[in-house]
């Protein structure tokens, strides 16, 4: 079965800095990979996915993910933090002949002015 | 607007109620989800559906019984509520396509039981 960490429960960056959120998934084929933004009180948005190709995905409001399979990783990652992106941001994992995503326990990003 | 939306928001209810929540997509999927996320805000699925046929029914108590009436419709009856079913229930869908298609999310329905 598929598993997804996000060992980071909560991440503070101070507004401008980069960021980078962990991501390790288990799964024993190429997976599907996601990453989704939960702002307070909202649904998910999906921010990018990997399928496969290109290991650097973008994705919206300037996020990008790379897919590393000897890690079995697929950091987010962004330059330049605004405080907009404050929020719970979740990735997770979709497995061959399962409709349905495995997500890791989320990561908090609180960011300073 | 196009969307997955569920209804209600928020719902309260007593400790052995029944209760149900609905959810609609407009955006011509063929797989509806329910998501449950508890207080640590971890997401977990419950239920999929493919062309009104169930696909994933997770270790969920038979309380819960998920009904599809159509494709664009996949709602959520809860029998016997307990304190432990609090939770935030997400509905979801995706596009036609295999598995690899990401999952659009409703709001949410924030469940108190009291």
């Known amino acids: 079965a598929q598993s997804v960490t996000q060992p980071d429960i909560h991440i503070t960056v101070s507004e401008g800095a980069s960021l980078e959120l962990r991501c390790n998934y288990s799964?024993?084929?190429?997976?599907?990979l996601f990453w989704y933004v939960q702002s307070p009180g909202q649904g998910l948005q999906l921010l990018l996915k990997y399928f496969s190709g290109d290991t650097l995905v973008q994705g919206i409001k300037g996020f990008e993910a790379e897919f590393k399979r000897s890690q079995s990783s697929f950091n987010l990652r962004k330059p330049s933090v605004h405080w907009s992106d404050a929020a719970e941001y979740f990735c997770?994992?979709?497995?061959?002949?399962?409709?349905?995503?495995?997500f890791g326990s989320g990561t908090r990003l609180q960011v300073q002015p | 607007d196009t969307a997955v939306s569920q209804t209600p928001k928020y719902l309260v209810t007593q400790m052995g109620n029944d209760k149900s929540i609905k959810c609609e997509q407009n955006?011509?999927?063929?797989?509806m989800y329910w998501y449950k996320q508890d207080s640590k805000k971890f997401l977990k699925i419950m239920f999929s559906y493919n062309n009104k046929e169930l696909i994933i029914n997770e270790t969920v108590p038979n309380r819960f019984s998920p009904k599809s009436p159509d494709k664009a419709h996949l709602n959520l009856h809860i029998n016997s509520l307990e304190l432990g079913d609090s939770a935030v229930y997400f509905c979801a869908s995706s596009p036609p396509g295999g598995e690899n298609t990401e999952a659009f999310f409703g709001q949410g329905t924030r469940l108190t039981v009291v």
């Open positions: 799964y024993g084929a190429t997976p599907y």
């Open positions: 955006l011509g999927h063929d797989t």
């Open positions: 997770a994992v979709g497995a061959a002949g399962r409709r349905a995503l495995t």
